[in-house]
């Protein structure tokens, strides 16, 4: 598929420079935020990182290797990945390909940093119905209205995002090109998932002063 080779040569690209930005401290202060969310929410090993990248969540929420199971669809973030954790597990996946959820007992799903977002609307819908089914806890961290807002643009109906330009040294340059799920386009599917019988909830962690100040990025987490 074109979209997913765009997708892993971006991360590619940047896989050696990603955990750089890990050092600044309005990331680690986001991180400090988010990950502390989720465990006050509840975390239970097992856990499936799709769309793991280098495996950040494996400090944060101090898992064991037979307590995590990570997937990516980019080789170079992967490589990363098994300098970073050696030991632990992590696959080349397409969190998109259907048989991706196989029981394997985890019990928790998490997709952060906007992992979940390289897709359609449909799809990302349909990914989350079968995780809002099958585990325990699900957290998909999204791609907020005003992440990068001043250099973005090009939404479209469907809320599908293409940014433009970002201003970040390291990171981003060569996202300019990848369709990318943000806000907008998860208020539909609030819309269209009133259908659904499955507990949802929404929490807007950027768009308030606390975390402009920590980050300039604005994420969403759908969590369950
Ligand atoms: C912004 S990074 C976030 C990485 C990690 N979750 C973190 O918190 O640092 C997005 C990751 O999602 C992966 N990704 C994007 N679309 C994917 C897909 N369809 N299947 C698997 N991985 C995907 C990318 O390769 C990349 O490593």
């Not at 499936?48 to 997937?71: A, F, N, Q, V």
């Not at 970073?84 to 394997?104: F, T, V």
């Not at 250099?151 to 340059?173: N, R, W």
């Not at 659904?196 to 950027?206: A, C, E, H, M, T």
Request: hydrophobic letters at 35%; aromatic letters at 12%; a neutral charge.
């Amino acid at each position: 598929m074109a979209q997913n080779s765009q997708v892993s040569n971006h991360y590619n690209s940047i896989a050696r420079e990603y955990d750089l930005h890990d050092n600044t401290n309005q990331l680690v202060a986001t991180d400090k935020f988010i990950y502390g969310f989720i465990q006050r929410h509840g975390c239970v090993p097992n856990i499936i990182d799709l769309g793991c990248g280098t495996g950040r969540s494996i400090d944060w929420l101090k898992l064991m290797p037979h307590e995590y199971y990570g997937i990516d669809i980019s080789e170079g973030m992967l490589e990363q990945f098994k300098i970073n954790h050696p030991g632990y597990r992590c696959e080349k996946k397409d969190i998109y390909q259907p048989d991706i959820l196989s029981n394997r007992g985890e019990k928790t799903a998490i997709s952060l940093y906007g992992s979940p977002c390289y897709t359609t609307l449909d799809k990302f819908i349909e990914l989350t119905k079968q995780l809002w089914a099958n585990f325990l806890h699900v957290y998909l961290l999204l791609y907020g209205v005003e992440r990068n807002a001043e250099t973005f643009e090009a939404q479209s109906e469907m809320g599908i995002l293409k940014p433009l330009v970002c201003d970040s040294k390291t990171l981003y340059h060569l996202h300019k090109e990848i369709p990318t799920l943000k806000w907008k386009g998860i208020d539909q599917f609030k819309k269209k998932n009133l259908t659904l019988s499955v507990p949802r909830y929404y929490i807007n962690i950027g768009i308030d002063s606390l975390t402009r100040q920590v980050e300039r990025f604005a994420w969403v987490m759908l969590y369950k």
